[in-house]
């Protein structure tokens, strides 16, 4: 997209500074971006050549992950928090390609992702898709608008990838997880990817600085004991915490380790 004049974008949206959620898009081979988007996004690349590697596994871990629950953990009903741009296989299409009658709830705060929120809201008829405009700091907030879709009385799984590193604060992060985990009955899932200077990813601390100076929202890394702590008290399902590239992968070679951690944990 070029940059739209600003009186026809929705009041909140900033097309003079890149934001995540249209990077990542870019990154994607979408096409929902602005030129500061993509500027910003060739710079990180040449700072940090495999971040399209990241998002595009990432996403492929996303549809792995899904398939599972939906499938052989018989999972129905899914709150993907800090969703994306839509793009090709959304969590719905996934989970309803295996489940016809699975629930999701999406949620994102960027301007841009509720313009496009159409999109994410084509359900098969069995099954539902709802949209929530929120900042994850606020998942009281959020569980309350999920409410009508999501029954949290049965099991949820509670989908966190590539967000919590918008949360710079460890401990807030912290809270959000536990809130949103102690909010769905056992047998819930949580799903998390949040990406490392670890698994290779050294030279993304240059790229992040980078990030922080020029776009928004700031970005953080975090190590493996830090990933490790969002999901105590849950059993982690084999491989444990991977790249979210190894998580699973599919017959065939392998893809690259990237430096994004990955997992899936159920609640006890
Ligand atoms: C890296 S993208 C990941 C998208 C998708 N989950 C995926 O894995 O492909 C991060 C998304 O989180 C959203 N986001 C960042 N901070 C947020 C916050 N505090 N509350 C809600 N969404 C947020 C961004 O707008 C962006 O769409």
């Given at each position: ?108 705060n960027d301007p841009i992702v509720l313009a496009h929120a ?119 399902l084999d491989p444990g915490i991977v790249s979210c590239a ?23």
């Amino acid at each position: 997209m070029t940059a739209p004049r600003s009186n026809s974008l929705p009041a909140r949206v900033r097309a003079d500074v890149a934001h995540n959620a249209r990077v990542w898009n870019y990154w994607l081979g979408g096409k929902d971006h602005f030129p500061v988007d993509r500027t910003v996004g060739d710079q990180v690349t040449g700072m940090y050549p495999s971040i399209g590697e990241v998002a595009r596994a990432d996403r492929a871990f996303l549809g792995r992950a899904v398939r599972h629950l939906a499938g052989d953990a018989g999972i129905g009903q899914f709150l993907d928090i800090g969703t994306g741009l839509p793009t090709a296989d959304n969590t719905h299409e996934v989970a309803q390609h295996t489940a016809p009658d699975a629930r999701v709830v999406y949620v994102d705060n960027d301007p841009i992702v509720l313009a496009h929120a159409r999109s994410l809201l084509t359900s098969s008829p069995e099954g539902a898709t709802e949209y929530i405009d929120a900042d994850a700091r606020h998942p009281d907030r959020i569980l309350r608008a999920a409410q009508p879709t999501l029954d949290l009385e049965r099991p949820v799984a509670v989908m966190l990838l590539g967000i919590l590193n918008f949360v710079l604060d460890t401990d807030e992060a912290l809270r959000i997880v536990r809130q949103l985990m102690a909010a769905v009955p056992s047998g819930s899932y949580l799903v998390l990817t949040h990406p490392t200077l670890e698994l290779g990813g050294e030279g993304n601390e240059a790229a992040m600085r980078f990030w922080n100076e020029n776009a928004t929202p700031p970005i953080t890394a975090r190590g493996r004991f830090e990933f490790a702590a969002f999901l105590d008290g849950l059993d982690i399902l084999d491989p444990g915490i991977v790249s979210c590239a190894r998580w699973r992968p599919g017959p065939g070679p392998a893809g690259a380790e990237v430096a994004q951690f990955g997992a899936v944990a159920r609640k006890p």
